[in-house]
């Protein structure tokens, strides 16, 4: 929280660099995760799950979770991009005559669901478990399939997490699209080059609104997908638009009802240029800022951090800063926050646009606001 505050950044230059000499370039790279290894199956994915778990007394709050509900009656929906890549790219490495290392040798490092698969594990979850991987949006939609296992009466509480780890795959293969900027990420600024490649996981508990009152509460999942193009965003913007009406329609709000956009904003050119047309045209005169300046773009985790950033947002009364914008685009320069502000917000959006145009808009409220 003091980092939202503060405007502070976690990027560092790149020191992550399995096979040779680091990419030159800055990353989101996650600091002290567990040293001891993930019980059941070791990853670095995985360890990144158990940090997750043990901040802000998460854990014990799943504990009651599945203790009131019962555990069949909890579900889990996980977003990904790349699972447990990270751990295939060193299986790979080390490859004996033909044949996996034995530390690596179980087909659950090797499969997308496997992360969804350990976290009920080492849980105790035993209700439906889900992975959803549409790219940058996975975890954002990851809340629109848990909200309606709850409305459907399949589950009394679900876990929605985000989480991706660095690996070379996604380094490399940004930057071979000539997406990764050599400095770090600056969102909607006029200069920008890039992304800069991030890590994390996060965690949220969704319940019913009788079950939690004064908990924040989840208006609506608006989602789309128009296939425009497999890496670029549809020069109109058209999936990204629809998303937003999708959820503004869900949530019976108008969009000046709203005090705060947490924008994708990874700082490609593209990207940037469609969501500050989006902003302009449906959005205008409301307070928005990209977070990823402070935490790297973390891909399929991107959708769930953000949302919990968005929260901390709602329940702190700031507007966080996008990091790393020094001259913004003149379309979107007099609502992007370039500082923290502090003032009171009641209503937030959260846009997440992926790969293959899979879009999501998250529309977040404080209890008394709902």
Known sequence: MTALRTGRSGL???????????????????????????????????????????????????????????????????????ANI???????????????????????????????????????????????????????????????LLHAGIADAVLVAGADSLCSSTLYGFNALQLVDAAPCRPFDVERAGLSIGEGAALVLLRRVADAPGAPRLLACGESSDAHHLSAPHP????????????????????????????????????????????????????????????????????????VLTLLALREGVVPATVGCIRPEPGIAAQLALVPQSRALRRALSFSFGFGGSNACLAFACADAA
């Open 12 to 82: 560092r230059r790149n020191d992550y660099a399995p096979n040779g000499p680091p990419l030159p370039c800055w990353i989101g790279r996650v600091e002290d995760l567990p040293s001891q290894p993930a019980p059941g199956l070791d990853t670095r994915l995985h360890r990144l799950l158990m940090l997750a778990l043990a901040q802000d007394g998460f854990s014990a709050l799943l504990t009651r979770a599945l203790s009131d509900c019962g555990a069949a009656r909890v579900a889990l929906v996980l977003g990904t991009s790349t």
């Open 86 to 148: 990270e751990s295939s790219e060193q299986a790979y490495r080390r490859l004996d005559h033909g044949h996996l290392p034995r530390d690596l040798a179980d087909a659950r490092v090797y499969h997308l669901h496997g992360p969804a698969e350990w976290l009920c594990a080492h849980t105790g979850i035993a209700g439906p478990a889900f992975t959803v991987s549409t790219a940058c949006s996975a975890s954002a939609k990851a809340f629109g399939l848990g909200a309606r």
């Open 236 to 307: 109109e913007g058209l999936g990204a638009a629809r998303a937003l009406q999708t959820a503004l329609r869900e949530c019976a709000l108008p969009a000046q009802a709203f005090d705060y956009i947490n924008l994708h904003g990874t700082a490609s050119r593209q990207n940037d240029a469609v969501e500050t047309a989006l902003v302009a045209q449906a959005l205008p005169g409301i307070s928005a800022s990209s977070t990823k300046g402070a935490t790297g773009h973390t891909l399929g985790a991107a959708g769930a951090l953000e949302a």
